[in-house]
């Protein structure tokens, strides 16, 4: 059963005759919302969706918690406005905007920021601001009915801390947080508190101190894991998911789920968690240095909103899943299509077709022209949608703009910001130092190319016939299957290098039946002598390319005796999973250390490792490591190091770190 169907039936089991089920989200505008955050919104959608296809009312409930206080200045934002540290414990909705976009404040410019994202998706949502709930008294009673409660609140959250409490915190703890009047902060403290906990007397750091009466005095909010389960009761909530972290036993929810039923009276939603979204291949200008925010936005300008909805809805929320910066993308937009076109030909498994039907976009209509051929193709035309149209119609598949045309920035843009090594630019003069290093029978086999494009006049299934007929033409001695499919590679590889200087590109027959032949047939003609202009021009390698390191290795170490035995116990304490490197710098002043940022499943650790001789650290971004993520931190040249890598490490090879396969997901434990 489809995961989102097998929610919404426990919901109606839970309570069969509510008039209205609601689904609910939330998340606090600390900063652009990251698309990992988005799996929050996607999963109650498509829940929602499914209690509407059974017959029953649903409403998708979003909550901006933008009554929460600002605990820290992101990295991008302090670049721009620094001065906003001075603001830190004060709401966000009463932090400045720092942009120039007319945003009131600080909330709403991310607030507005994904609202108009989201409207790509079609995705209606009943927004809930939280400063306004507040603020106009929305959840006073609920603030009074928690403080009476307050000993019972403290006795649930101690239920799942591991330390005993110290003497008297219970009776100094108050779940509610006061806004000073006078600075706008958090840092207050409640030192009395009437009987019928209406009102109370507080000092704030700042040196002001004051009375609130809680049944009039809105300045004020619940501690997160209170308010939570009072909004639940509130809104009336039956269904909201969130990050595994808060499923665990110990986690949020269990904490609130407890003070949900036992302090409000209401049993707490379904939850499910999630697990978090993966980001492969981020390279080039899409690289976590250069600050780029991956938000919703920022993935609409590689993915139409059906693709980035079907990756959510074809995956459940217990597992994890890339968004793809390299040629990944390409493979998940081919396989949308597959998808796609079984569901428009009523072809589909179940699965599948609740899958399109969850992603697809009231109003919008999906053409299903192949992304990696608008990229191959485009990037050799510089993606003239006239050329483009002239190409595809030569190739027998012809688009038009109008089909295309949703695909085409998305294509030029994966190519420029995340792949410009994919990009595909015609040489504008011979290459004849790849020509003079040919033997014989590679010259050959060019001739031979070179006169049958010059003769013309045949098909594009004619033109791939010839292609591989030329290398049994070029060669005396009669090939086996296996010599001549190698010399076939080594004859396309030599007929890139000549037209594009790269080793591989787009498919050879389509690129030299779609492309004017008058812009590539010259640099295959070397039947007269090279030119000035040619002789003065340096290999590519030359010019691009730093001159490699080279070391010597000495002879292998001995080969050591195995170590002790230990028994299986002892081996499971090591806790061995994979890491994907993020990140990698020098060290100031470190001969030997790198410093690696890596993501291990859960969250980024740094860890530091003396491979500075073996790697430059742009070789290890994004590749996939074994850490020894449980050792316990120590300082290395200035930087603490929370794990160490596995490595093989010999006389004969040097350091080499043991790479994982990259189909491997991070956190994957090493057993």
């Avoid at 695909?407 to 994919?422: D, G, H, I, K, V």
């Amino acid at each position: 059963m489809y995961w989102a169907k097998a929610i919404a039936e426990q919901i109606i089991q839970r309570n069969p005759h509510k008039e209205e089920y609601v689904c609910a989200a939330g998340i606090s505008p600390s900063g652009s919302i990251h698309i990992g955050n988005f799996r929050d919104v996607a999963t109650s959608f498509f829940v929602a969706k499914a209690l509407r296809e059974q017959g029953k009312k649903a409403r998708l409930l979003f909550s901006w918690d933008e009554y929460d206080r600002l605990r820290r200045v992101p990295v991008n934002v302090a670049k721009i406005a620094p001065q906003l540290e001075q603001y830190i414990g004060c709401p966000y909705v009463d932090v400045p905007n720092p942009f120039d976009d007319g945003a009131k404040n600080y909330a709403r410019h991310f607030e507005q920021e994904f609202e108009q994202a989201i409207t790509a998706f079609g995705i209606e949502l009943d927004y809930r601001y939280q400063a306004d709930m507040h603020r106009q008294g929305c959840y006073g009673q609920y603030m009074i009915q928690a403080l009476k409660e307050r000993g019972r609140i403290f006795d649930i959250l101690s239920g799942f801390r591991t330390q005993e409490p110290k003497a008297g915190e219970r009776e100094a703890y108050y779940p509610v947080s006061i806004y000073c009047p006078s600075c706008g902060k958090d840092t207050t403290g409640i030192s009395w508190l009437s009987e019928d906990c209406r009102q109370a007397t507080y000092t704030c750091n700042c040196g002001h101190s004051g009375t609130i009466d809680f049944s009039k005095d809105f300045y004020c909010k619940l501690s997160w894991k209170v308010d939570w389960a009072m909004r639940w009761r509130y809104e009336g909530v039956d269904f909201e998911p969130g990050g595994k972290d808060h499923a665990s036993p110990s986690g949020s929810y269990q904490t609130s789920k407890i003070i949900s039923k036992e302090i409000f009276g209401y049993d707490a939603p379904l939850f499910t968690g999630y697990e978090f979204i993966g980001i492969k291949g981020a390279t080039g200008k899409m690289s976590g240095s250069s600050g780029l925010n991956l938000t919703p936005q920022t993935l609409l300008k590689l993915y139409q909103p059906e693709v980035i909805l079907w990756l959510y809805a074809k995956t459940d929320p217990l597992k994890a899943f890339d968004f793809c910066f390299d040629e990944g993308i390409l493979r998940q937009y081919f396989e949308f299509d597959k998808q796609y076109l079984e569901f428009l030909n009523n072809t589909p498994n179940e699965f599948t077709h609740t899958v399109m039907e969850n992603c697809l976009i009231e109003g919008r209509q999906i053409e299903p022209v192949p992304m990696g051929l608008l990229v191959q193709l485009g990037s050799i035309v510089d993606f003239n949608i006239e050329m483009l149209e002239t190409v595809f119609a030569k190739i027998g598949q012809p688009y038009t703009h109008a089909q295309f045309k949703d695909r085409l920035e998305r294509a030029r843009y994966w190519l420029s910001q995340c792949s410009p090594q994919s990009v595909n630019r015609l040489r504008s003069k011979r290459n004849w130092p790849v020509y003079e290093s040919l033997d014989e029978a590679g010259r050959k086999e060019i001739s031979l190319l070179h006169a049958y494009l010059a003769q013309g006049g045949y098909s594009l299934d004619e033109l791939q016939t010839a292609l591989y007929a030329i290398v049994q033409q070029a060669n005396v001695e009669t090939l086996d299957i296996k010599a001549q499919k190698a010399r076939q590679g080594i004859f396309f590889r030599n007929v890139y290098q000549l037209l594009l200087d790269k080793e591989q590109g787009p498919r050879l027959y389509l690129f030299l039946y779609a492309i004017e032949k008058s812009q590539y047939l010259d640099l295959l003609d070397f039947s007269t002598p090279p030119t000035e202009d040619e002789l003065a021009v340096k290999p590519p390698s030359a010019q691009l390319e730093p001159a490699q390191k080279t070391k010597e290795y000495g002879p292998p170490d001995t080969v050591a005796p195995i170590k002790d035995q230990i028994d299986l116990e002892y081996f499971n304490q090591l806790d061995l999973r994979v890491c994907r490197v993020v990140k990698c710098a020098e060290i100031r002043k470190s001969h030997s250390n790198l410093k690696l940022t890596l993501f291990d499943g859960l969250g980024e650790r740094e860890i530091v490792s003396s491979i500075k001789g073996e790697y430059e650290p742009q070789e290890l971004i994004g590749k996939k490591i074994i850490v020894l993520t449980n050792l316990r931190p120590t300082r290395l040249t200035g930087v603490n190091s929370h794990g160490m890598l596995l490595a093989g490490t010999n006389n004969a090879c040097g350091c080499q770190v043991i790479f994982v396969d990259d189909i491997v997901p991070e956190g994957t434990q090493i057993k």
